[in-house]
């Protein structure tokens, strides 16, 4: 490395040091520190360390990585509360579900100040705190018959929320039509995701608590808590799931034994649905999906309980699925995309995922990105965007082929990764 390369280096990490610190004194006032839900239930962990989100920077802000090093982070908006997914229009808009309840959407990159209409009431809160609207998709015809889904907490008459699925028709301005296509009934639940599958089948998940007396519905067979769930694009239940017709099964299940799910992506290469999972205190998960597999939470687990013993005596145990990457300590695992486009050559078929934090620290979130060898086989992984201490919710590959960021904070920010400049520096590694 010559004298002006380092330079150009130090010279990127003092202006990225500088918008960060410039943002927090100005704006410090604004953030506060989101809690893990279970920091808000002092019987099952320590009291959490406080230690408040700083402001996101305006940027654009400049920053590098191992393999593509001269990228820049531009802010789009700044103005959304804890967001959770985003779904790209083809008219070059998008979709952002905040979890309060609220859809939104950005045209030409601008926010419209007032939530799309539409959407049904929702169950926020809950015991945990993460109940509320979750995910939502696009029908793969869109283009035909302008279907929207999304997953939702639906008031339960107990007073808690059970997660749904939901579709709405979009007109270009709101969703009409809207309805309930699958109810499950199973409430005390937190995430939820959605992914067509090729064959044609809606994939969701359902979370099952994560600790505390219920830990075990995620091997209740009669429960939808702790599954991953196919169905058809109207909701009903396909005859070839694995559990139909099986007594004492609820016949929606695909996979059974997961602590939660928190992204489901389609390797597409290979067309496996991969799932990631948060684990407790470590053991979070990348899963590959199999009908009817069990993947063995909370009988097997790579992770510790909050107060520090093992969850079970082994990580690994015939009759149950293996995960194929695991992160000790946690990071609290979130979105997740395949690479596959064209304006980060060096980043083809990496998988990157969001994180909430780090070994349980605030100020921990983090971008993973994860390269892999032909088989899929994990070959390394780089923790990015540390540096702006937000925990990232969710991240998509654009149409555009640049990556998109979501926040999860309650002043929530979208942002997009590009490329900085023209590489003539690094050329694409063969494989």
């Known amino acids: 490395m010559d004298k002006t390369d380092r330079m150009s280096r130090l010279l990127i990490w003092f202006s990225f040091v500088a918008a960060i610190a410039s943002a927090a ?27 408040p989100t700083p402001a996101m920077p305006d940027g654009p802000i400049k920053f590098e990585s191992a393999e593509e090093r001269h990228l820049r982070l531009v802010v789009i908006t700044k103005a959304l509360e804890q967001p959770w997914s985003m779904a790209f229009l083809p008219d070059g808009s998008m979709l ?15 926010l419209d100040p007032k939530p799309v209409q539409g959407v049904p009431i929702v169950k926020t809160g809950g015991e945990g705190g993460l109940e509320g609207l979750m995910d939502v998709m696009l029908h793969p015809h869109f283009s035909e018959n302008r279907w929207v889904y999304f997953t939702y907490h639906k008031p339960a008459s107990d007073g808690d929320g059970a997660t749904t699925l939901g579709r ?5 301005a709101a969703l009409t039509d809207v309805r309930d296509l699958f109810e499950s009934h199973a409430t005390g639940t937190e995430a939820s995701r959605l992914l067509f599958g090729r064959d044609g089948m809606i994939y969701m998940t359902i979370s099952a608590p994560g600790s505390g007396p219920q830990i075990g519905r995620s091997q209740d067979p ?43 992506a389609t390797n597409p ?46 990580p690994s145990l015939d009759g149950f699925e293996d995960p194929i990457v695991v992160w000790l300590p946690s990071v609290g695992l979130t979105g997740m995309t395949f690479y596959t486009g064209d304006r980060f050559p060096h980043w083809k078929r990496n998988v990157f995922i969001g994180g909430l934090r780090e070994g349980g620290m605030p100020r921990t979130g983090q971008l993973q990105r994860i390269e892999f ?17 937000q925990r990232i919710r969710d991240v998509r590959q654009g149409p555009d082929g640049l990556l998109y960021v979501l926040t999860a904070e309650d002043q929530g920010t979208l942002f997009r990764i590009e490329p900085a400049a023209e590489r003539h520096d690094l050329a694409p590694r063969k494989r």
């Open 222 to 264: 009669d429960d939808y808590a702790g599954k991953v769930l196919r169905l058809r694009e109207d909701g009903s239940i396909p005859l070839d799931n694995p559990f139909v017709g099986r007594s004492g099964y609820q016949p929606g299940i695909y996979t059974m034994g997961h602590r939660n799910g928190h992204a489901l």
């Open 168 to 172: 709405g028709t979009w007109n270009g």
């Open 373 to 389: 060898n032909d088989r899929w086989e994990e070959l390394r992984r780089e923790p990015m965007l540390m540096e702006l201490k």
């Open 25 to 51: 004194a100005a704006d410090l006032s604004l953030q506060k520190q989101t809690l893990a839900p279970h920091e808000l239930r002092a019987s099952v962990a320590p009291p959490a360390v406080v230690w």
């Open 269 to 314: 290469e290979t067309g496996e649905i991969w799932q990631t999972e948060q684990g407790p205190s470590g053991g979070d998960e990348i899963n590959i999906l199999r009908a009817g597999k069990n993947y063995g939470w909370p009988l097997v687990s790579y992770g510790r309980d909050y107060w520090g013993p093992h969850i079970s005596p082994r």
């Open 96 to 110: 952002v579900t905040e979890r309060p309840g609220r859809l939104r959407i950005l045209r030409n990159g601008v």
